[in-house]
C-alpha cells in the first residue's frame, strides 16, 4: 500500500505546548512539502526539502521547525511561537524533476 | 496574491450537468497548473494537469482549459455525479531557485465548492 500517511489525524494542544505533526512516503519521491490550510483558504506554504538533511522555509515558516533525517520522512514540529496554530496540516511529496505534489490526508491541530 | 475569505464561490449543479469551474492564475512565468479536488476532511486528490505549452487536455470525465492571454484555467467535469461535490482547487507552478538548485512552487487558489444535487 503505497502513498503518503500523517499521523495523528487529530491533535489538541494546550497553549504553550510544542507538538510533533508525522509525515512518512513511501512513494521514493525525493521533495516533501508541508502546507497548512484554514477555513476557506488555499493552501500555504511552511516548509518544503529537497533532499534528506536540507530544507528551505515557506511562506509562513515562522513559528515552525521542520526535519529531514530520512528520505521517507518529514516530521512538522508546532513550537509555542506559533501565535495561532490551530489549522489543516497537509503534507506533500513530489518526485523532484516533476512538479506534481501528492497529498496525504492531513492532521486537524486544535489548541485549546 | 491570493485574495482570503470565508466565502468561496460555490457552483450548484443537477446530477447528470456538465460543470465548469474557472479560476484566474496571477503569474504570467507559471508553466504547469494542476487542478485538485478535496472532499471534507481529506488532503487533496489530483485530478489533472496541464502545461504551458498546452491548450487543452482531457482525461476521464475531466476536461482543463488553459487560456495564457486571459491568464484564466478552467475545469469542466462531464455527466457530473454527486461523488464529485467537493472543493476543487487550482495551483500555478513556477520554477524557483533556493540552494542553487530549482524547484516548483505551487501557489493555491482558495478553491470553488461545487455542490452536484441527485
Known amino acids: 500500500d503505497g502513498g503518503i500517511t500523517q499521523s495523528p489525524k487529530y491533535l489538541f494542544r494546550k497553549e504553550g505546548q510544542n507538538v510533533t505533526l508525522s509525515c512518512e512516503q513511501n512513494?521514493?519521491?525525493?521533495?516533501m512539502y508541508w502546507y497548512r490550510q484554514d477555513p476557506g483558504q488555499g493552501l500555504r506554504l511552511i516548509y518544503y526539502?529537497?533532499?534528506?538533511?536540507?530544507?528551505q522555509k515557506g511562506d509562513i515558516a515562522e513559528g515552525y521547525s521542520v526535519s529531514r533525517e530520512k528520505k521517507e520522512s518529514f516530521p512538522l514540529t508546532v513550537t509555542s511561537a506559533q501565535k495561532n496554530p490551530t489549522a489543516f496540516y497537509l503534507c506533500?511529496?513530489?518526485?523532484?524533476?516533476?512538479?506534481?505534489?501528492?497529498f496525504g490526508p492531513g492532521t486537524r491541530l486544535t489548541v485549546l | 496574491g491570493e485574495s482570503v475569505g470565508l466565502h468561496l464561490p460555490t457552483l450548484s449543479v443537477q446530477e447528470g450537468d456538465n460543470s465548469i469551474i474557472n479560476c484566474a492564475y496571477s503569474?504570467?512565468?507559471?508553466?504547469?497548473f494542476i487542478w485538485y479536488k478535496q472532499e471534507s476532511g481529506k488532503g487533496p486528490q489530483f485530478i489533472i494537469d496541464?502545461?504551458?505549452?498546452?491548450d487543452k487536455r482531457q482525461g476521464q470525465r475531466v476536461t482543463v482549459l488553459l487560456n495564457k492571454t486571459v491568464k484564466h484555467l478552467s475545469l469542466q467535469i462531464a455527466a457530473t455525479q454527486p461523488g464529485d461535490s467537493a472543493v476543487y482547487f487550482c495551483?500555478?507552478?513556477?520554477?524557483?531557485?533556493?540552494?542553487?538548485?530549482?524547484?516548483?512552487?505551487?501557489?493555491f487558489g482558495q478553491g470553488t465548492i461545487l455542490t452536484v444535487h441527485p
Open positions: 506533500a511529496s513530489s518526485p523532484l524533476q516533476l512538479d506534481t505534489q501528492y
Open positions: 512513494l521514493n519521491h525525493d521533495a
Open positions: 526539502s529537497q533532499i534528506v538533511n536540507d530544507f
Open positions: 503569474n504570467s512565468a507559471s508553466d504547469y
Open positions: 496541464i502545461r504551458s505549452n498546452m
Open positions: 495551483a500555478e507552478n513556477i520554477r524557483a531557485n533556493a540552494g542553487g538548485t530549482s524547484y516548483g512552487k505551487l501557489t
